[in-house]
């Protein structure tokens, strides 16, 4: 089965302008995260998509980010305007509906300047 | 306010010898833990991982032990290979709540020497 696929790899935005990152989980899977790690800290949860639905939007740092899973299918991830500390590694993760098969992407490495 | 710690950021082993990393936790709500495996440009793997009923769990050279009384576990890597050579993250989760969210720490590097 074809793993968790993220787009962009890379992306280097200026401060103030917008990007947006997409996911595409394992077919099938209900569940769907979003993770981020800073340079050198802890990789942290963002929020939790069940289908179309935030479950759990906990870890979203603002409201600059606005994450969005239309016809629960692939995921998007917007950020507006981004800010330099929103330099990151972007993690997406998919499971099952009992949370089996929980498998990450290659992330988006996202360098604001 | 990390709940999750990995307080080495770096292990260097000799080929053949035993790796162990080390990770504390803080939340005694945490029921579920687990080891991933991290290289660079790539996503985290799943490695093994270990229930709050259990104090071990043995994968072929991969083992992890926990200490609920200590809130501690560890990963012992036997014998360690270069191929091992990566970071290695510790995650927590309440496997009870249902949301399947996980907590991680900040990773330690493993270098395995050949």
């Known amino acids: 089965e074809a793993g968790v696929t993220q787009f962009p790899s890379h992306s280097v935005i200026e401060k103030g302008q917008t990007v947006t990152l997409r996911c595409d989980p394992i077919s099938g899977h209900d569940n769907l995260y979003w993770y981020r790690r800073v340079m050198g800290k802890e990789i942290k949860f963002l929020l939790h998509?069940?289908?179309?639905?935030?479950?759990?939007e906990s870890g979203m740092p603002n409201n600059r980010f606005l994450a969005e899973r239309t016809g629960g299918t692939y995921s998007t991830l917007k950020v507006q305007p981004a800010e330099l500390e929103d330099s990151g590694v972007y993690f997406c993760?998919?499971?099952?509906?009992?949370?089996?098969?929980?498998?990450f992407g290659s992330g988006t490495r996202l360098t604001v300047v | 306010d990390q709940q999750v710690k990995q307080n080495s950021p770096s292990l260097s082993v000799q080929e053949g010898r035993i790796s162990i990393l080390n990770c504390d936790y803080t939340n005694s709500m945490f029921d579920y833990f687990l080891w991933y495996k991290k290289y660079p440009a790539e996503g985290p793997t799943f490695l093994i991982s270990i229930s709050s009923i259990k104090d071990k769990n043995e994968d072929g050279r991969f083992t992890v032990f926990l200490n609920k009384s200590a809130k501690h576990l560890s990963l012992h890597i036997v014998p360690s290979q270069p191929g091992d050579s990566a970071v290695y993250f510790c995650?927590?989760?309440?496997?009870?709540?249902?949301?399947?969210?996980?907590?991680f720490g900040t990773g330690t590097r493993l270098k395995v020497l050949a």
């Open positions: 998509f069940v289908k179309e639905s935030k479950q759990d």
């Open positions: 993760a998919s499971s099952r509906e009992d949370g089996t098969g929980y498998t």
């Open positions: 995650a927590a989760n309440r496997d009870t709540s249902g949301t399947y969210k996980y907590i």
